[in-house]
T-cell receptor, first 115, second 111 residues
Framework: ETGVTQSPTHLIKTRGQQVTLRCSSQ?????VSWYQQALGQGPQFIFQ???????GRGNFPPRFSGLQFPNYSSELNVNALELDDSALYLC??????????????FGPGTRLTVL | RKEVEQDPGPFNVPEGATVAFNCTYS??????FFWYRQDCRKEPKLLMS???SGNEDGRFTAQLNRASQYISLLIRDSKLSDSATYLC????????????FGAGTRLFVKA
């Protein structure tokens, strides 16, 4: 196992609601990335957090926001949920140095269903 | 053009076959490259990193061609347990950092 944990495992929400997903990174890792994976597609990069600041962002609207805490755990918040937000949300942790970012290790994901 | 493109699947091969996957990327500033494997309804798991010099791990060989901007994965002597989706991953700096996954190529290995 990677040591990356996510909660909750599954979640059902209705359109317009807000959701918070959580991720605990692997020990020794300082970076967390979040991905959205729709059925039959590859994971889509949402954003990355490094040292509690956003370090890169994919093509997602501002209603997708995040936080990273001093212990390097992280939250993904999604406001005003839409039906298309139904997906598997994956968190990945890694160790970023001044030279590069090491391999990312994934948690088991949170499956979000928006009705 | 997509930032990372993979061979469309699925690939259906018999046990023992050799199968090759290709992946192209558009950003020449890309820094690091990986192959991940994803089983149905599971998270992606690292298969191997990809280096310009090429690297091998048992039955798996990965190659990177920076000039042509593509990476490849070769699986020799396919096993039933190799059946999965194989994802090509590219990291590049862009006012921070960005990771792009390919859409994945599904492999079915049959007895």
């Amino acid at each position: 196992e990677t040591g990356v944990t996510q909660s909750p495992t599954h979640l059902i929400k209705t359109r317009g609601q807000q959701v918070t997903l959580r991720c605990s990174s692997q020990s020794g890792h300082n970076t967390v990335s979040w991905y959205q994976q729709a059925l039959g597609q590859g994971p889509q990069f949402i954003f990355q957090y490094y040292r509690e600041e956003e370090n890169g962002r994919g093509n997602f609207p501002p209603r997708f926001s995040g936080l990273q805490f001093p212990n390097y755990s992280s939250e993904l918040n999604v406001n005003a949920l839409e039906l298309d937000d139904s997906a598997l949300y994956l968190c990945a942790s890694s160790l970023k140095t001044s030279v590069t970012t090491d391999t990312q290790y994934f948690g088991p994901g949170t499956r979000l269903t928006v009705l | 053009r997509k930032e990372v493109e993979q061979d469309p699947g699925p690939f259906n091969v018999p046990e023992g076959a050799t199968v090759a996957f290709n992946c192209t990327y558009s950003n020449s500033a890309s820094q690091s490259f990986f192959w991940y494997r994803q089983d149905c309804r599971k998270e992606p798991k690292l298969l191997m990193s990809v280096y310009s010099s090429g690297n091998e791990d048992g039955r798996f060989t990965a190659q990177l061609n920076r000039a042509s901007q593509y990476i490849s994965l070769l699986i020799r002597d396919s096993k039933l347990s190799d059946s999965a989706t194989y994802l090509c991953v590219v990291n590049f700096p862009t006012g921070g950092f960005k990771t792009i996954f390919g859409a994945g190529t599904r492999l079915f290995v049959k007895a």
